[in-house]
């Protein structure tokens, strides 16, 4: 028998209600165990990972595993969250996979130059979003060896 799937923290950062509201269900759809945290956009996921104002206590901020980043975002996208996080020596081990309705040659590129561990393009319908989590959780959660906490 196949070991139980490890729960892993996974921080996702994306300012639409919507977006959000897909994944979190595909998560659950897929049975993937999980903790899943959310942060509207860049400025959010730097303060969750700097442990920062309303995310200051570390019980309520655990050090994510993994990092779903979408670019598009106010205040901070995720293109400059990306930079930030891959430059500082503190983050730049937590695997950041954008995810993103982009399909521009451009993101994808600056994407991977600026630290991305993967790229992809958000699915439109549920069906597809679920079928999308759970490759990624095969991928991620059984295949890939994460960085210890």
Known sequence: MSS???SVVI???DDDEDDVILIRDSFMRSKLSNDLRVAEDGVELLDYLRRQGRFADPELS???DIILLDLNMPRMDGREALKEIKNDPKFK???VIILTTSQTHADILRSYQDGANCFITKPVTFQS???VVSKFGEYWFQ???LPER
């Open 4 to 6: 139980a799937v490890k």
């Open 11 to 13: 921080l996702l950062a």
């Open 62 to 64: 655990p050090r994510p």
């Open 93 to 95: 081990d937590i695997p």
């Open 129 to 131: 979003m679920c079928e």
């Open 143 to 145: 295949i890939v060896k």
